[in-house]
């Protein structure tokens, strides 16, 4: 991976949000496709879709041209680009291909998000960029595959994000035996 050091070497080490990566890989399986919305420089992503296999897909969304960049070549030192699709685009409960306000993280690209509709990402600091935004349910409308698993991080604007994707979430539910494996993981019981 493509990472800044010091600042970034959690990420290298696989230091970052171990819970969640459990979860991922609790959840996951070959050929299943997966959403990382706020992909960032693909932590997340690029295990995923080491995981999913040929026969799935993981679609990696983030509105922050640099992560963008940086996601496309880790994927492709990964030789990942055949299952891990990466756009640039920040997700939310609206569809901008106008572009949207994005603040971005000054240090940690990573804390950069959309600033719309009264939401401000909770640690952003850094220069506010116009980015495109697209909902969950736009893009699945487009085309793409719909998810056996979504991946939110988004500084503060995750409820938009759900909002931008009320008829995927009515309409596909995870399997009974994933809710279980990962109700079984659970460190809350």
Do not use: C
């Amino acid at each position: 991976m493509q990472i800044y050091l010091p600042g970034e070497a959690g990420l290298w080490r696989g230091e970052h949000e171990p819970d969640v990566q459990n979860a991922i890989l609790a959840a996951v399986r070959p050929g299943a496709v997966v959403y990382d919305v706020g992909a960032h420089v693909g932590t997340m992503a690029l295990g995923a879709a080491q995981l999913v296999g040929d026969l799935g897909r993981v679609v990696a969304f983030d509105g922050d041209p640099e992560n963008v960049e940086r996601l496309r070549g880790n994927s492709a030192r990964n030789g990942l680009e055949g299952h891990l699709q990466v756009v640039h685009a920040a997700v939310w409960s609206r569809t901008a291909s106008d572009g949207i306000s994005f603040r971005r993280g000054t240090t940690a690209r990573s804390h950069g998000g959309v600033e719309a509709d009264g939401n401000r990402p909770v640690l952003a600091n850094g220069e506010i960029i116009n980015v495109p935004a697209i909902t969950l349910d736009g893009f699945v409308a487009a085309g793409g595959p719909p998810p056996q698993l979504v991946k939110i991080d988004v500084e503060g604007g995750e409820y938009e994000v759900l909002r931008g994707g009320t008829r995927l979430f009515a309409t596909q539910r995870p399997p009974k035996s994933t809710t279980n494996r990962l109700q079984s993981k659970s460190p809350l019981g």
